[in-house]
């Protein structure tokens, strides 16, 4: 704005004419108006479309009916064993037992447990540790969720597989840093 009133036009206007061999400073004409009292054409059309938006759709809502898997068709016989264990208030056999205890002299491994539920744990166990004392970690962690007893299946590897034996140590059952899913039968 300075240069503009000095009568001189900005640095970034200025040009050479060198058609013919001298260089002499290009004619540039510059013409201000304040257009500061009139709304700016962008926002005024922004005004107007607002004015003229239908209102917005109603906010969706989330699904709230009840799931179904294919294992509840392939296996009616443990749903109905499930139903009436439930329905007898049965609790979870091997939560009440004492948790397996971590000698850190010893090898151990990290087990990540992804329930069926959605959430994750991991467990620190040694390698000695048996599948029962698994099953005790997560049976005491579904008591915790508020889980009602119902069969349940450990599944691990890919494609995943049942887990063998309970007597079966994590070593032996190839857990070493393992990922193990729980599944309802």
Do not use: C
Not at 6 to 32: C, K, N
Not at 109 to 135: H, K, W
């Amino acid at each position: 704005m300075a240069d503009l009133k000095a009568g001189i036009p900005p640095v970034e206007f200025r040009e050479l004419d060198l058609r013919s061999g001298v260089p002499r400073p290009r004619p540039v004409d510059i013409m201000l108006v304040d257009l500061r009292p009139r709304p700016y054409p962008e926002e005024a059309a922004a005004r107007a479309a607002r004015a003229d938006a239908p209102a917005p759709p109603p906010a969706a809502t989330p699904f709230a009916g009840q799931g179904r898997t294919l294992a509840d068709d392939a296996a009616p016989a443990a749903n109905a064993a499930a139903a009436s264990a439930a329905a007898s208030g049965t609790e979870w056999p091997l939560a009440g037992q004492t948790q397996p205890e971590v000698d850190t002299s010893l090898p151990t491994t990290e087990v990540q447990l992804r329930l069926a539920g959605g959430g994750t744990r991991r467990f620190r166990l040694n390698l000695t540790n048996s599948i029962l004392d698994l099953r005790v970690l997560v049976e005491a962690e579904l008591m915790e969720t508020g889980a009602a007893f119902r069969p349940y299946q450990l599944l691990s590897g890919f494609p995943p597989r049942p887990l063998p034996a309970d007597d079966t140590t994590l070593e032996q059952a190839n857990l070493t840093n393992a990922a193990v899913s729980q599944r309802w039968l």
